[in-house]
């Protein structure tokens, strides 16, 4: 079954960095555009960004343009989120979803927490 594995959150400082992983498996994972949303608290589901199958095209939201960097390994079947100059407002439960605009399959998040 389709099963997608954050990794990677945790505490850091505003302006500091952190780095998800998101494991994915059954499904042929180069197939298949990616995508990573947050949710803060009180807050609805904030599309993040998203890539092309192949890696060859990548789009951010404008909160996140600039500092963040969305990536992948095909030959690992691994999704990445590269965040610098993390800001508070950044702080929220970060999900990897199988599709792009169209998601069928959810990872369980992991939490990112930007605070000094």
């Known amino acids: 079954q389709v099963q997608l594995v954050e990794s990677g959150g945790g505490l850091a400082q505003p302006g500091g960095s952190l780095r998800l992983s998101c494991a994915a498996s059954?499904?042929?994972?180069?197939?298949?555009?990616m995508s990573w949303a947050r949710q803060a608290p009180g807050k609805g589901l904030e599309w993040v960004s998203g890539?092309?199958?192949?890696?060859?095209?990548?789009h951010y939201a404008d909160s996140v343009k600039g500092r963040f960097t969305i990536s992948r390994d095909n030959a690992k079947n691994t999704l990445y989120l590269q965040m610098n100059s993390l800001k508070p407002e950044d702080t929220a439960l970060y999900y990897c979803?199988?599709?792009?605009?169209?998601?069928?399959?959810w990872g369980q998040g992991i939490q990112v927490t930007v605070s000094s």
């Open positions: 890539i092309y199958s192949d890696g060859s095209d990548t």
């Open positions: 059954g499904f042929t994972f180069s197939s298949y555009a």
């Open positions: 979803a199988k599709g792009w605009g169209d998601y069928d399959y």
